[in-house]
């Protein structure tokens, strides 16, 4: 079996194991929902296995709501798991225990090559594709609009057989290294996630692709996925519950300023990415959480 199965196969045991706990607790999705406290989209996508690592407080969550323990879920072993989580968590000394980190314009670079490429490939102008692109992000970011139906879109557009805007996308970022390495400082003393707005598929592909700090993060809040997007505040409060701590306990690096302001309404912490200065942004993260 390849890894590709492997991990398929990975995400399909878990959702199966939870949608048959699920229904030994005699409870529907919707009640499930409501007891562990997650979104119905959230739940339906785990137990399909489209969500590719639910974070381990969502399977906690869901382990306490049906009576099941999370080895039952996960089949893995109550104390290894022990041995896993048994790290000495810390609290900065403005009390953050939980980091958020954006994904593009933060972990990786803006992906205007991206629109660049497409238009030198297909002999359209940059302000086409750039348009087009952000005709639809909306729609795309609430998982409203699949990727392959943006690809159609795209492909049409530029009169091509088929283009893949995952492809274009991949081939022209570049990770910021400066973040990378505070993520990875981070980790060693608090819960990390990724808090983002993105397209169907392109925070995995970043994983699996190892573009992202390859680290095991406690929670990812694609919006694609939870269907909301920044700077609603449904997705933060999502991300509160998805985090496992209170909202005054959460941090969130992001470059875009609205968000970082509904951030603030929501009682987060909060930390503007300068893109001009990443180095910069790294030193304020590390006193930021100081403990």
Excluded at 171 to 181: R, S, Y
Aim: net charge negative; glycine share 6%; proline share 3%.
């Amino acid at each position: 079996m390849n890894n590709g199965e492997g991990t398929a196969n990975n995400k399909l045991a878990l959702g199966n194991a939870i949608a048959n706990a699920r229904r030994k607790a005699g409870l529907t999705q919707q009640q499930l929902c409501a007891k562990a406290n997650l979104s119905y989209s959230t739940l339906a996508k785990i137990e399909r296995g489209a969500i590719r690592t639910p974070s381990i407080f969502t399977v906690a969550a869901i382990a306490e709501a049906t009576g099941a323990t999370i080895e039952d879920l996960t089949g893995i072993s109550s104390s290894l798991l022990s041995n896993t989580r048994a790290r000495d968590y810390k609290t900065s000394k403005s009390g953050i225990k939980f980091v958020y980190f954006d994904v593009n314009g933060v972990l990786v670079r803006y992906f205007q090559r991206a629109f660049t490429k497409i238009a030198a490939d297909h002999n359209v102008s940059v302000e086409k594709v750039e348009s087009l692109f952000w005709q639809y992000n909306d729609a795309l970011n609430r998982g409203d609009m699949s990727i392959g139906e943006f690809d159609d879109v795209l492909a049409r557009a530029v009169n091509a057989p088929k283009v893949s805007w995952t492809e274009y996308y991949l081939a022209n970022i570049d990770p910021i290294t400066e973040l990378e390495e505070a993520v990875k400082w981070a980790v060693e003393n608090y819960r990390v996630g990724l808090l983002t707005n993105n397209l169907p598929g392109i925070t995995r592909a970043l994983l699996e692709h190892k573009i992202l700090p390859d680290i095991n993060y406690d929670a990812i809040v694609d919006s694609s996925e939870v269907g909301c997007i920044k700077p609603e505040e449904a997705i933060f409060i999502k991300a509160t519950q998805a985090s496992g701590v209170k909202p005054h306990e959460i941090l969130l690096v992001d470059d875009t300023r609205s968000n970082i302001m509904a951030a603030q309404h929501m009682d987060w912490h909060v930390l503007w990415y300068d893109s001009y200065h990443p180095a910069a942004t790294d030193q304020k993260i590390r006193q930021m959480l100081e403990f």
